[in-house]
């Protein structure tokens, strides 16, 4: 068992760490799609800035961002945070995310923004609700068709998440969550679903919503169960997803927080939205 006091997380800028990163990256997502060791070396000396996760002296996670400028400002783009799947779900991923706003700090970046895809649950509990990322912007097949393994088969749509580091008490979700009823927000969610014969939720979007402090938007607890079992209700939950995000955010609406729901007879999570 992984003790995660013993995770140690370095900055990487040599060559040999760096292709170490990309021999994880190629483990995780395939290996056509690896980012060659001469790109990340070349960031890592313009700005960027790699991060490995160690166990007992191995790599078992990374952090891979670069810099970005949308005309006015500079800030970090997080490009890529993987885990090796031995070591998901241990609370590695926060640490690389804590490690990596101290290095932006250091650098003089105020923002970081990174892309993800809504649907995977963990990701939306971290990105959201435990580092207190912002979403109002939707990109539809964000990085076109995706043959990886975790992507085939599947419209890679991705929230653009906004993480405003300059402020201690933005490293925080500024909704308390603990305070949300679950029985509000399965009444409340702006989508419902059905159990089918599989046993898998499948997407119903409501009519209408009643516009109140917050609306919630249910996704699976599991997408990934779903999409490999049954890719017709893995694509059903993206563009029913994607169309109620879509219009929530151009009425105003951004995620600020992410209801994570333990009862097994539910098989939804909640995202949680305000004006």
């Known amino acids: 068992m992984t003790n995660i006091d013993q995770i140690e997380i370095r900055s990487l800028s040599s060559i040999e760490e760096l292709e170490k990163v990309r021999k994880l990256e190629s483990k995780i997502w395939g290996e056509n799609d690896s980012i060659p060791t001469h790109q990340t070396l070349t960031a890592v000396k313009n700005g960027g800035l790699v991060l490995g996760a160690y166990y007992e002296g191995s790599m078992v996670g990374f952090q891979y961002s670069f810099p970005g400028f949308d005309g006015q400002s500079v800030y970090l783009c997080s490009h890529m945070l993987g885990i090796d799947q031995e070591y998901r779900n241990k609370g590695i991923g926060k640490l690389l995310k804590v490690a990596q706003r101290e290095e932006a700090l250091k650098y003089g970046y105020k923002l970081i923004t990174w892309t993800y895809d809504p649907l995977e649950s963990a990701n939306?509990?971290?990105?959201?609700?435990?580092?207190?990322?912002?979403?109002?912007?939707?990109?539809?097949?964000?990085?076109?068709?995706?043959?990886?393994?975790?992507?085939?088969?599947?419209?890679?749509?991705?929230?653009?998440?906004?993480?405003?580091?300059?402020?201690?008490?933005?490293?925080?979700?500024?909704?308390?969550?603990?305070?949300?009823?679950?029985?509000?927000?399965?009444?409340?969610?702006?989508?419902?679903?059905?159990?089918?014969?599989?046993?898998?939720?499948?997407?119903?979007?409501?009519?209408?919503?009643?516009?109140?402090?917050?609306?919630?938007?249910?996704?699976?607890?599991?997408?990934?169960?779903?999409?490999?079992?049954?890719?017709?209700?893995?694509?059903?939950?993206?563009?029913?997803?994607r169309n109620v995000f879509n219009e929530l955010f151009q009425q105003g609406w951004k995620v600020r927080g992410f209801h994570k729901n333990s009862q097994e007879d539910i098989p939804v999570q909640f995202y949680v939205l305000t004006k």
């Open 124 to 241: 939306g509990y971290l990105n959201i609700q435990k580092l207190g990322g912002i979403c109002g912007k939707y990109l539809e097949n964000c990085y076109g068709e995706m043959e990886d393994l975790l992507n085939s088969g599947i419209p890679s749509d991705r929230f653009f998440v906004e993480w405003h580091i300059g402020n201690e008490n933005d490293n925080e979700s500024s909704l308390q969550i603990d305070q949300i009823d679950l029985n509000d927000a399965i009444q409340q969610s702006f989508i419902k679903w059905s159990v089918n014969e599989e046993g898998l939720p499948a997407p119903i979007q409501s009519a209408s919503f009643e516009d109140g402090e917050f609306i919630f938007v249910a996704i699976p607890k599991d997408f990934r169960s779903i999409r490999e079992s049954n890719s017709q209700l893995a694509n059903e939950w993206r563009y029913t997803t």
